[in-house]
């Protein structure tokens, strides 16, 4: 097995990870430039670390990838620190199952490119915006807010959990448009299949522009950019160890089930 491994190269615990893989007798390459000839890539780090391996892998490498987390807090990077050595046999014996994810491809004015996660609109100044919505070419609603969240099922724990969208297990073929600071408060998180195709066009008061993110990279874009999202031609292909799951992780790190009350 040819190992894809992608860290940041200052992060003080990456022996940790060289030496469990070296220990294994797996070969492994730090942070090729893609996934070309490799059987699987390991991001090291967190979530951040994880986006970044899978844009430095290519939209054509169908490898699939495990995220281990040496952070905080981290649901792509799901593997705990702990968790490594088992991580690693359960890979090398082939005990783990490999997910296929949605990722969204986005088209616009200025910003073009595969997001894991999301991609959103928002204001650039202290002035709200409004985001005409369309959906399969039907006009859907004019969302007055600090921005517009449209998440994949993987990110429905990333920005999208922050201001209110459903969470989603990871399989779920949906996208959640989630507004940011609604200023008409009937506006709720919408959940969709992610066949859809999904239009974008922002206005500004002021005319200053907005800022449009595909997951942690933004660009700047003129007032009235219009944007087209849909489903990528290719998946992502997220690793399971046996051991794992996205239940697992919810208990773990959002501490569901645990009663505060105890605490006192």
Request: net charge neutral; aromatic share 6%; proline share 4%.
């Amino acid at each position: 097995m040819k190992i894809a491994l992608y860290s940041r190269e200052e992060n003080p615990s990456l022996g940790v990870i060289e030496g469990e893989l070296r220990r294994r007798g797996l070969s492994f390459s730090l942070n090729p430039p893609s996934g070309a000839g490799y059987d699987l890539a390991l991001s090291f780090g967190g979530d951040g670390t994880f986006l970044s391996a899978v844009r430095k892998m290519g939209q054509e490498s169908s490898i699939p990838i495990l995220g281990i987390n040496s952070g905080r807090l981290g649901f792509m990077a799901s593997v705990a620190m702990e968790e490594i050595g088992e991580a690693l046999d359960e890979l090398r014996e082939g005990r783990y199952r490999v997910e296929e994810r949605t990722l969204l491809a986005v088209r616009g004015d200025g910003s073009e490119g595969i997001a894991v996660n999301e991609f959103t609109v928002q204001k650039a100044g202290t002035a709200m915006v409004s985001v005409e919505i369309g959906i399969d070419g039907e006009c859907v609603a004019t969302y007055w807010a600090d921005g517009v969240i449209v998440s994949t099922s993987t990110g429905s724990t990333a920005y999208s959990m922050s201001v209110g969208g459903a969470i989603l297990a990871p399989g779920c073929r949906c996208l959640i448009l989630s507004p940011i600071a609604p200023h008409n408060l009937n506006i709720r998180p919408l959940v969709i299949p992610d066949t859809s195709v999904v239009t974008l066009r922002v206005r500004t008061r002021d005319g200053r522009g907005a800022i449009a993110t595909i997951d942690n990279r933004e660009t700047a874009v003129a007032d009235g950019a219009t944007f087209r999202l849909a489903q990528a031609d290719h998946r992502l292909r997220v690793v399971r160890p046996a051991g794992n799951s996205f239940y697992k992780a919810l208990r773990n790190k959002l501490l569901w089930g645990v009663d505060a009350r105890n605490n006192n």
